[in-house]
């Protein structure tokens, strides 16, 4: 297979999504780990885990068939909990200044993490629009625009559990 060049191709796009998504999936898991006690709390926070391992699995079939189409081999973002992409652009769009777990610590109801979870969607959305700017294959863009779009119905599912707080 041939590695990847420095310009952005649909399998680098796919790799980072895979890894950015995983990387919801471990703050998911910590948050109910410390909220664990409270079956309410927890089972929100499962239903959001698990749309989030969904993007893993989508995001991961999506990448081995555009690696098989294009003979790309991944990069393995999605082994990379923290990826240094300011290269590309302003890294404050998806950067936190602290990891997951201290930040989940800070966090002590379920509306802050609500908040933050969906803070993160929106980071995500910001992230991967600031990439369509680096992709000029049209087929890229169309991916770009697909995980952004799921991006969007995820946050739109955070903001539906606000109100039953």
Same mark, same amino acid.
């Given at each position: 297979?041939?590695?990847? !060049? =420095?310009?952005? *191709?649909?399998?680098?796009?796919? #790799?980072?999504?895979? @890894?950015? /998504?995983?990387?919801?999936?471990?703050?998911?898991?910590?948050?109910?780990?410390?909220? %664990?006690? #409270?079956?309410?709390?927890?089972?929100?926070?499962?239903?959001? =885990?698990?749309?989030?391992? +969904?993007?893993?699995?989508?995001?991961? #079939?999506?990448?081995?068939?555009?690696?098989?189409?294009? @003979?790309? !081999?991944?990069? @393995?973002?999605?082994?990379?909990?923290?990826? #240094?992409?300011?290269?590309?652009?302003?890294?404050? &769009?998806?950067?936190?200044? /602290?990891?997951?777990?201290?930040? &989940?610590?800070?966090?002590?109801?379920?509306?802050?993490?609500?908040?933050?979870?969906?803070?993160? +969607?929106?980071?995500?959305? &910001?992230?991967?629009? %600031?990439?369509?700017?680096?992709?000029?294959?049209?087929?890229?863009?169309?991916?770009? *625009?697909?995980?952004?779009?799921?991006?969007?119905?995820? =946050?739109?599912?955070?903001? =539906?559990?606000?109100?039953?707080?």
């Amino acid at each position: 297979m041939k590695e990847s !060049s =420095g310009a952005l *191709n649909l399998v680098d796009i796919l #790799d980072i999504a895979v @890894g950015m /998504e995983r990387r919801a999936v471990e703050f998911y898991r910590e948050a109910v780990e410390r909220f %664990g006690t #409270d079956e309410e709390k927890t089972r929100a926070l499962l239903a959001m =885990g698990r749309m989030e391992e +969904e993007h893993v699995v989508y995001f991961r #079939d999506l990448l081995e068939k555009a690696s098989a189409l294009t @003979g790309v !081999s991944p990069a @393995g973002h999605d082994e990379i909990v923290e990826i #240094d992409y300011t290269f590309w652009f302003d890294k404050s &769009l998806y950067e936190m200044d /602290e990891d997951l777990s201290t930040v &989940l610590k800070s966090l002590k109801t379920k509306k802050e993490i609500l908040l933050f979870a969906l803070e993160m +969607e929106n980071r995500s959305i &910001l992230f991967y629009s %600031g990439l369509r700017r680096y992709c000029e294959d049209v087929s890229v863009w169309n991916i770009i *625009n697909q995980i952004i779009k799921e991006e969007y119905r995820h =946050g739109y599912d955070l903001v =539906g559990m606000l109100p039953k707080l």
